[in-house]
């Protein structure tokens, strides 16, 4: 099993970035797929989930509006589509699948600074 995620870097406030995530190794379509963040010194939170089958989505309050969350069930890969960001969204993101086990990929850092 993998989750392999691309994408972070460095944005100015404002900017945008699309994180992707690609699985392997387990049935991606029959998982609920979800975003997560840590900041330094913080815990790690749940940012977006999106469900199996119909692809339901739902969002933390932080990053309602700009944030979109996606996934390609044809590539096995999720994304998130990070717009207007801001110097508090500067975290490592991290994807995650859950169905009967979960599963975390590695994490992609992301800097928003000016």
């Known amino acids: 099993v993998q989750l392999v995620e691309s994408g972070g870097g460095s944005v100015q406030p404002g900017g945008s970035l699309r994180l992707s995530c690609a699985a392997s190794g387990f049935t991606f379509i029959r998982y609920e797929m979800s975003w997560y963040r840590q900041a330094p010194g913080k815990e790690r939170e749940l940012v977006a989930t999106?469900?199996?089958?119909?692809?339901?989505?739902n969002y933390a309050d932080s990053v309602k509006g700009r944030f979109t969350i996606s996934r390609d069930n044809t590539k096995n890969t999720v994304y998130l589509q990070m717009n207007s960001l801001k110097p508090e969204d500067t975290a490592v993101y991290y994807c995650?699948?859950?169905?009967?086990?979960?599963?975390w990929g590695q994490g992609t850092q992301v800097t928003v600074s000016s």
């Open positions: 999106i469900t199996s089958g119909i692809s339901s989505t």
């Open positions: 995650k699948a859950h169905w009967y086990a979960n599963y």
